[in-house]
């Protein structure tokens, strides 16, 4: 049986078309301590002190099995260039919206601002562009989506496989789609993907997800955080 | 929330010290069917005639991914032989009883009967045994079960470490395991364990299995049959 | 050591442009063979009658693990929308070029003709399109090309992080990356990507994969071939 | 094509019976540059100082991926209690000897020395036994693998199935088996069993393993250890 989520597990990413909806998920701190106590064949009913301890025990010294014993299923609509890095990550299960079987929907993802890249590479830091650039970019990227999709909307009348005028969209262009993983595929992903060095949008989505576990599991997502979010 | 299920979860297989029980879970037909939707952007809210028809034909055309948006946990006791072909399927996850932290307890498997195996590699079929040979195998499995339990303690009470000991142990000893793992991954392994050419004991698992796992997911159980047990 | 392969590994896919290219190698159709055999404690130290017999079984009863004993490393240049599908494949390697690091070449992929899809999910025809079709979508994906890389280069020249200029391009620019898997993998790929119903883009890259991976491994690609590519 | 490895690749672990061959490999620490350097479109042709700069950078900062590139192929022996561990890395590839389709020879493991396992759960330190530790443990051992040996060859000889008969065998008995892997998961593996909370066992043959790697990748071999064999 799947635990339908209501509102309070939808958090508004990249808006106004971008979202991360916890649809489903199975697990809690107190599983991922009786897994790592059937070593011992041990089991504990109630998460308490010692439990947490265990818990804390585990992630610091990352055994990271135990973490696994649990499931999230996310519903996420994403621009592309954010979803790109997203499937990169193999450990969860994926089902996405396909531009080959449905017509696309003109919703494409504009910055709120610019931002100015320094440094070298794997040291970049970024900071905010002047007005000036701000406003370069969001005409620009405007006029770009709606170009783009005019010339995908000409190729569709006319006829041509939707695969084929798709290829012309711009790689802000919002898809949708399920990913489901365990709670130490998660941690690996935020590990890598909540960091300063990762690119903005794909971090705002990182920081939901981030939330919305947290709910799930508290303790662990504490000693996550206390731990530096390094993924056991 | 972890969906903690009650008895008619846990099956007896060998018994009288094996068992498998289905812990928690999460998913269910119809959730196949909308993982399968996303890339439509469509979805189901019930699952009727057309939803079984998607799946069949997911089924059948063996679109996998579908089927992993789903989580099912359970809490195992076999004997090792058992365990060591269980733990050669990869995409799941375990965490087991480990003799290097526990006296392991004097639970052996002894088989009913003797098997006779013919046939070459690849194809080998297995008869029932005589009753002089079942008589040899019941008193050498319970001669040897015992010596060696015996030659544990004494190595335990001379203070030796639990995990040099645990060496003299036969692999029909009993150990205890979480497996957690998609229906995906289940129905890989079924159609591989349940297959008639997989050792007997392995099989009574995964019949077991089968049960469980079709208490949740009977329409995907039904259609995985049908297609004779190729898993998608 | 890597075995560094010249010019005959290179395959010209989606000209001009596109290519696949196997840069590197490890593991023959015998290795497969011993890497059943082990289970026998035997060793085979030529290919010969008998070995493309346990080949040959091997492949028919989907034992897939032995196949996965050897390496494949392949460097890819291909559109993004290709790079897509591809890269939902989870059992491999890659790395791949990032405009978030460097500033992406001028290099889009424009099709030869148009096509038309008939049928319904799950149950596409591709025709050819008209000539009339045909220009449509040449002159369009070739405007689009070019604005949209004016574009991009507009925003690069005042400034813009590439990773924000980047999202104005269009599905059908190249990229590169490094793809490593094994047999067992390829195969899996192969089935999906060599099939009709997959997309016109992928199969040619996935046609040329197979004639390198032959050059390799002949007596299993003709095992593969032979069994109506179903991957073990 | 397989780069057959002569015998200074084979280290005898455990001896008398136990050994770890790196039977075949592919890659170098400059394939794991170069695959980083993708994402940039460059490329480097020798492993120079810059070169290593790179590659202690991936390592220290755990870009994991670029160490993916590569192939090594271990065969080995050793005992089923040490497998048992081993096989519970998920990420590569297995084949082993199976006692259902051959007749097991007599190897089995005999400790050098008793050990006392002190402290908790997490906190183990082991150290030696006495004399007459180590006295009770060899003899003790002995007779039970003799006598464990005794009746699996009666079941034998009484026509009973292998996999039935080998049930009474105990867990420090000898198999074989190929493990093919890539350098990021070998460096998980040897992070976790090079550890000295690890199995004095398993840590024989990590040890091994490690050196037979450097050989191969003596670069990222030292950026490991350096690290502090954190796997990236």
Redesign the interface.
């Known amino acids: 049986?799947?635990?339908t989520l209501s509102n309070p597990d939808i958090i508004r990413v990249l808006p106004p078309h971008g979202w991360i909806e916890l649809e489903?998920?199975?697990?809690?701190d107190?599983?991922v301590v009786n897994?790592?106590k059937?070593?011992?064949?041990k089991h504990s009913t109630e998460f308490g002190k010692e439990e947490n301890g265990v818990l804390k025990?585990l992630m610091r010294?990352r055994h990271g099995?135990?973490f696994?014993?649990?499931?999230f299923?996310f519903h996420v609509r994403a621009?592309?260039?954010v979803i790109?890095e997203w499937?990169?990550h193999?450990?969860g299960?994926?089902?996405?919206?396909?531009?080959?079987?449905?017509e696309l929907r003109p919703d494409f993802?504009t910055?709120d601002e610019?931002?100015?890249?320094k440094g070298k590479?794997?040291a970049?830091t970024?900071t905010k562009?002047s007005l000036l650039?701000t406003d370069?970019?969001l005409r620009?990227?405007d006029?770009?989506n709606k170009?783009?999709f005019k010339?995908y909307q000409?190729?569709i009348k006319?006829?041509?496989?939707?695969?084929?005028a798709?290829?012309?969209?711009?790689?802000?262009i919002y898809s949708?789609?399920?990913f489901?993983c365990?709670a130490r595929s998660l941690m690996n992903f935020l590990s890598l993907r909540m960091d300063e060095s990762a690119?903005y949008e794909i971090r705002m989505y990182a920081n939901a997800m981030f939330e919305l576990w947290r709910g799930?599991m508290p303790s662990t997502a504490k000693a996550f955080t206390e731990t530096g979010r390094i993924a056991p």
């Open positions: 049986m799947s635990n489903s998920h199975n697990g809690s107190l599983d897994a790592a059937v070593s011992f064949a025990f010294e099995s135990p696994e014993h649990n499931y299923k621009p592309i260039f790109r499937q990169r193999r450990i299960s994926y089902n996405e919206e396909s531009g080959r079987y449905v993802y910055p610019a931002r100015i890249q590479p794997g970049y970024f562009g650039q370069q970019l620009t990227v006029s770009a170009s783009a010339r000409h190729l006319a006829g041509i496989a939707k695969e084929q798709r290829i012309v969209l711009p790689n802000n949708e789609f399920y489901s365990n690119m799930v």
